[in-house]
């Protein structure tokens, strides 16, 4: 017994001279560990705050459009942009308010709400549907260098026809009927790449659209 009461003095005093080392380390390990818990859950709280608080300005944003009502779309954009940026509502509200602010005649404020979102939109997608957008707003002002200017990222895939094509419309009212025509021959050659496995009568419906505008510009030179 006595034999068995020394050798758990042994270790005892052999745990004790290890904590002297390692005691504070392993508490700081375990304090860190614990506090990295809890800051991951405030986060994860935090977030889906900001998504629910942003979900709710999104909707009155929809409703505003639905309204007509460009002023409170813009002021819900607004809000979005400035208190949710980080969130892909604040990309989707951009382009929603610009779109409402182009058809009620105020450029000016959608040509900035495009190219925030052309700048900050969480998804490339969103960006580059803003960008598209922002260079039809500038064609139609006439400012067609700027518009060549959003055009000139590589957009993804779905988005590379009409890239092209917006390409060819800005081109064609420059008067460069030449270049026109290979931006529309390269939006008809996305085309064929971007859309396998659409629905044909979508595709074919487009194909034809593509065509009749080469074909406006004259015969193949």
């Known amino acids: 017994m006595a034999v068995y009461d020394l050798e758990e003095q042994e270790q005892l005093d052999e ?14 390990l375990v304090v860190a560990v614990a506090l990295g818990m809890v800051a991951w859950q405030a ?6 705050s900001q998504a629910a608080q942003a979900g709710a300005v999104y909707g009155a944003l929809e409703q505003a459009v639905a309204a007509h009502d460009a002023k409170k ?7 979005l942009i400035d208190k949710f940026s980080s969130t892909t509502y604040a990309g989707l509200a951009a382009l929603l308010s ?15 709400q495009f190219a925030w979102a052309a700048e ?6 969103l960006r580059d549907l803003a960008r598209l957008r922002l260079a039809a707003v500038l064609e139609d002002e006439k400012s067609y260098d700027e518009a ?6 590589e957009p993804a895939a779905p988005f590379a026809p009409r890239y092209a094509e917006q390409k060819g419309d800005i081109l ?7 270049e026109a025509k290979v931006a ?9 790449e971007a859309e396998k496995g659409a629905a044909e009568q979508r595709r074919s419906a487009y194909r034809e659209v593509l065509q009749i505008k080469r074909e406006s510009l004259g015969p193949q030179s």
Request: proline share 0%; glycine share 6%.
């Open 148 to 153: 060549l200017k959003q055009l000139a990222a």
């Open 98 to 112: 610009a779109k409402a602010q182009t058809e009620s005649g105020d450029l000016k404020t959608a040509k900035l």
């Open 43 to 48: 986060w994860n709280w935090w977030q889906r």
């Open 15 to 28: 745990l004790k001279t290890w904590w002297k080392q390692y005691g504070n380390l392993v508490t700081a």
């Open 73 to 79: 779309a813009r002021e819900a954009a607004g809000e």
């Open 184 to 192: 529309y021959d390269a939006a008809l050659a996305k085309l064929d």
């Open 120 to 125: 900050h939109a969480k998804d490339r997608e």
């Open 172 to 178: 064609a009212a420059q008067g460069k009927n030449a």
